[in-house]
């Protein structure tokens, strides 16, 4: 199991910058991806930015060129910089964690951490 603790959200202008942070209670290292996801209310939660323990980052297309995920293996914690924010990308951001407990994936969510852009 692995418990995750995001924080750094919070109201910026449009244009601004953000950096949410992901505490995850065990080695990064030990949990095969890492990544955040966006949810607003009634719908699905959406992929933004994740990080293999390999060191793999793969990205969705809200993000591209705006965003970037990173890690400090020692603090085991990981980062999403956001760059250039818009009014749209006002949603709930999560931390999850993707790894096999006796070869069954899991996957663990953090709380939630609010992103609001005003225009």
């Known amino acids: 199991q692995v418990q995750l603790v995001e924080s750094g959200g919070g109201l910026v202008q449009a244009g601004g910058s953000l950096r949410l942070s992901c505490a995850a209670s065990?080695?990064?290292?030990?949990?095969?991806?890492l990544g955040w996801y966006r949810q607003a209310p009634g719908k699905q939660r959406d992929l933004v930015a994740a990080i293999t323990s390999g060191g793999t980052t793969m990205y969705g297309d809200s993000a591209k060129g705006r965003f970037t995920i990173s890690r400090d293996i020692a603090k085991n914690m990981v980062y999403l910089q956001m760059n250039g924010l818009k009014p749209e990308d006002t949603d709930v951001y999560y931390c999850?964690?993707?790894?096999?407990?006796?070869?069954?994936?899991?996957?663990?969510w953090g709380q939630g951490t609010q992103v609001t852009v005003s225009s």
């Open positions: 065990r080695s990064i290292l030990s949990i095969n991806e």
């Open positions: 999850k964690a993707r790894l096999p407990v006796r070869q069954i994936w899991y996957d663990y």
